[in-house]
């Protein structure tokens, strides 16, 4: 078995999962950085496969995401294996450890970086560490966890922070890095490119590229429905559908959180 180019760790998710995954033809593997509009690159895709925005299944069950060790892999694996629709997969992964197959399609979403820091800074508040330890195998913590500092200064720190990618893949090295490695491979024909700041101002026009880059046909009468299903509003209101299994990981499912205008919108779900 061939091995992965860059292995990617953290004490939640592990590129390692990747190898031997089994491709299928026209699969997709969405690939971004936290907060990126990972969930909300997930319903799209949803949406063209299915074309109702009535779904069959909520979206993290759908759409799983092979490197959360908060999953089993067999699990992960076996879900997928059962999948008779076009399948659709959650990375965190940056390209260059995953293994790239011609039968798959790669999307890769990016954020504004300080956009996205903050939308992480806003969800730590929201994870229950404890349980992710519990669910992942790890010790206890010692104590209690030191308190969150003041956004500003935590931003600075997070600019400042000198580390590799593959020690910390969300910090700006990281985030860089993820994004840096994709558009070196943008002229590749199943790499696709995609920022969170066109589908804010344009998502018709986004859904309707996506859709033709991933070969998806879409009736004229169909496409109202869906485009209304991917905006902020209707997401925000099915949010229920979206909220990661297992239980526990969030502490509160539905936060209200800020977009960049200081709404809620898909990263204000606090989904991964």
Wanted: hydrophobic fraction near 40%; include cysteine.
């Amino acid at each position: 078995m061939p091995e992965l180019p860059v292995r990617y760790r953290s004490a939640e998710e592990d590129s390692a999962r990747w190898l031997g995954f089994p491709f299928r033809q026209g699969d997709i593997v969405i690939s971004t950085r936290s907060k990126s509009g990972t969930t909300w690159m997930q319903m799209i895709c949803a949406l063209l496969i299915f074309q109702t925005r009535d779904l069959p299944a909520p979206l993290s069950e759908l759409s799983p995401w092979v490197d959360w060790l908060i999953t089993p892999r067999a699990e992960v694996y076996a879900r997928l294996s059962a999948q008779e629709h076009r399948r659709f997969v959650k990375t965190h992964t940056p390209l260059d450890g995953i293994r790239l197959d011609p039968r798959a399609t790669y999307i890769v979403v990016a954020r504004h970086p300080l956009d996205m820091a903050v939308s992480l800074y806003h969800q730590g508040d929201n994870l229950d560490r404890a349980r992710i330890r519990q669910l992942t195998g790890q010790p206890e913590a010692d104590g209690p966890a030191a308190p969150c500092p003041p956004l500003r200064d935590w931003l600075l720190s997070w600019i400042d922070r000198d580390v590799g990618p593959r020690e910390e893949m969300d910090s700006l090295p990281g985030v860089m890095w993820h994004l840096s490695d994709a558009w070196a491979r943008r002229g590749e024909p199943n790499v696709v490119l995609a920022h969170y700041d066109d589908l804010s101002a344009d998502l018709e026009g986004e859904m309707r590229r996506l859709a033709a880059l991933l070969g998806i046909t879409v009736a004229d009468e169909t496409w109202p429905k869906l485009i209304e299903a991917a905006t902020f509003q209707h997401m925000r209101a099915s949010a229920d559908r979206f909220v990661p299994s297992p239980p526990g990981v969030l502490r509160d499912p539905l936060p209200r959180t800020h977009g960049e205008d200081g709404t809620a919108g898909p990263a204000g779900l606090a989904l991964p």
